[in-house]
């Protein structure tokens, strides 16, 4: 699906954003150019990093070993 129109990002962009250690809209303004143009994609986008974001920490970094960032404790 895509989040983000003006730029044609879609959900798996973020989910591969996140793996590569995006943890912020910030990050994902910067690396997909998530709403920084009309900004209608920033709550959906947000969701969207939020949920990917919980599923790295419990799925693929659970002890916090995040390879560029260090999550806050979520469990
Ligand atoms: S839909 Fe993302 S900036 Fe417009």
């Given amino acids: 699906m895509y989040v983000c ?3 044609g990002v879609t959900e798996r962009d973020i989910h591969q954003a996140v793996c590569e250690g995006a943890c912020s809209m910030r ?3 910067q690396q997909l150019g998530v709403a920084s143009q009309c ?3 920033a709550t959906c986008a ?8 919980q599923h790295a920490q419990v799925t ?3 002890l916090g070993q995040h390879p560029q ?7």
């Fill in 39 to 41: 900004g209608r994609c």
């Fill in 5 to 7: 129109v003006c730029n």
């Fill in 46 to 53: 947000k969701a969207i990093l939020d949920q990917e974001i």
């Fill in 60 to 62: 693929l970094y659970p």
């Fill in 69 to 75: 960032r260090n999550f806050k404790q979520a469990i």
């Fill in 27 to 29: 990050d994902l303004r």
